[in-house]
């Protein structure tokens, strides 16, 4: 059962290792180092490269940035990397519909009367969904280095 559990465990980690090294070159990517002059608010310092991917070594990940040659970064500094799914209209529209609900159910007003609770909500979903539908914003996975 031991032994089971063991290559279960081993496999397992071989797949999540394999997960950058699967992806093709020209997939675009976000690197996140450490840093210790950037400030991020509320989490730990660190510097994002995006970029496209040009090849994976077993030590170093080579990014290029818009036109620039590719240039080598440390897997060791590497902190986590993500994956663009590119824009989706219906994911930006679905999320941001939901933060303006809740931000609408926040919100207060001198006339609770003539803006009931179920309104605010209500408004804040239209309002959230137009939004997010007509300015789609990037979608991010997170891979294993």
């Known amino acids: 059962m031991l032994a089971a559990n063991v290559a279960l465990a081993a496999s397992a980690s071989q797949l999540r290792a394999q997960q950058l090294d699967a992806l093709s070159a020209g997939s675009r990517i976000s690197v996140s180092m450490?840093?210790?002059?950037?400030?991020?608010?509320?989490?730990?310092?660190?510097?994002?490269?995006?970029g496209a991917l040009s090849r994976v070594t077993a030590d170093s990940i080579y990014l290029s940035v818009r036109s620039s040659a590719p240039f080598a970064i440390a897997r060791?500094?590497?902190?986590?990397?993500?994956?663009?799914?590119?824009?989706?209209?219906?994911?930006?529209?679905?999320?941001?519909?939901?933060?303006?609900?809740?931000?609408?159910?926040?919100?207060?007003?001198?006339?609770?009367?003539?803006?009931?609770l179920?309104?605010?909500?209500?408004?804040?979903?239209?309002?959230?969904?137009?939004?997010?539908?007509?300015?789609?914003?990037e979608q991010w996975k997170r891979i294993q280095k």
């Open 34 to 50: 450490p840093d210790s002059l950037r400030s991020f608010f509320f989490g730990a310092r660190r510097q994002v490269i995006t």
């Open 76 to 116: 060791s500094d590497v902190r986590s990397v993500r994956v663009s799914r590119g824009e989706s209209r219906t994911w930006s529209a679905v999320q941001t519909a939901a933060l303006f609900g809740m931000a609408g159910v926040v919100t207060t007003s001198s006339d609770n009367t003539r803006f009931p």
């Open 118 to 137: 179920a309104a605010r909500y209500g408004i804040g979903l239209t309002v959230g969904a137009i939004v997010g539908a007509i300015w789609p914003y």
